[in-house]
């Protein structure tokens, strides 16, 4: 299984973080080798330190309203080489490794594997 | 100045993506050749179509509440070449040709330059 890396981010980057109106920020899933984007979802300020914490990618879940530790269930999990936040400070990204199949519940490696006008 | 791909797609594409509360799906756009993470920002159903006819990343400026047709203003516009939307349908990926300096206001080439934890 591939670990992650604990990131200690400092207090100011993680007070500097701008949530929406649901408390929320978008968090980008990229693959640390092949830089193919993986997905995007949703962190609240709480699993934003868990992902920091653990190194590994936990979400929060809009449609069942609790945390979403990506691959506890699928055992696709995400593990944290990177992360990086926007100018603005409310946008995501992570640099991560994907263990299993790959990040879709569709069974796909990558949630954006359809594309607009065909292929 | 390089030129963007018109993308002709389908009526039920279209139909099928999945707008939030105030009309908008967040759009990433990715530089095509470097595979970098250029930014994050929100399109409608109106500047999506823009992008997809015009072959250039057209969003829509939550802060001005005005379309805001990317390097209009700045020169450093979006080219798109290939476009995406996720398996929920409520996220976008286009693969795009970074012109001018960059992507970010503050001068950068990515919008996300800055990383938790420090350099």
């Known amino acids: ?7 200690a981010a400092t207090p100011e980057q ?4 701008k ?4 408390g ?3 968090a980008i899933a990229q693959d640390v080798r092949t830089k193919d984007i993986l997905m995007m979802a949703w962190m609240n300020a709480d ?15 809009r449609s069942r ?10 055992g696709d999990g995400q593990y944290v ?18 263990d299993g199949k790959g990040a879709c519940h569709t069974g796909e490696y990558s949630c954006f594997h359809r594309r607009f006008g065909g292929e």
């Open 14 to 17: 993680l007070a500097g973080v």
């Open 65 to 74: 309203q609790k945390v979403w530790r990506k691959g506890d269930t699928s």
């Open 1 to 7: 299984m591939p670990t992650g890396v604990k990131i």
């Open 81 to 98: 080489h990177e992360a990086y936040y926007d100018c603005d400070a409310d946008v995501l990204l992570f640099l991560v490794e994907q």
């Open 24 to 26: 929320l920020v978008p």
């Open 19 to 22: 949530y929406d109106a649901d």
């Open 47 to 61: 699993t934003l330190r868990m992902t920091l914490d653990e190194g590994r990618m936990v979400y929060w879940s």
